[in-house]
């Protein structure tokens, strides 16, 4: 089995209760709960209370925030500021 491209960051989204990225995991496997879902998706904060995350169906979880775009090669964040500005 390659395991290769399992897990990712998902693009244009954050954590809505701590603003951290998101992974998008692919989970077809036999260990419960992960073996119940095709995809899972948790908060990369381990201290977010999102971290162990849930299985995606349909829908995205709750504490999934999708974003209108975020420009990564600028390095331009979703609160609008650049990396530059924040560490004046």
């Known amino acids: 089995m390659n395991k290769e491209n399992n897990i990712s960051i998902l693009q244009n989204s954050k954590c809505r209760d701590c603003g951290w990225p998101i992974i998008d995991m692919c989970c077809n496997g036999q260990v419960e709960p992960f073996g119940l879902w095709d995809w899972w998706q948790y908060c990369s904060n381990k201290s977010c209370k999102n971290h162990f995350g849930e ?18 090669d600028s390095f331009e964040l979703d609160m609008g500021s650049s990396v530059n500005e924040r560490n004046k």
């Not at 979880?61 to 990564?72: A, D, G, K, R, T």
């Open 55 to 72: 299985g995606v169906f349909q829908n995205q979880p709750e504490f999934v925030e999708l974003l209108e775009s975020i420009q990564y």
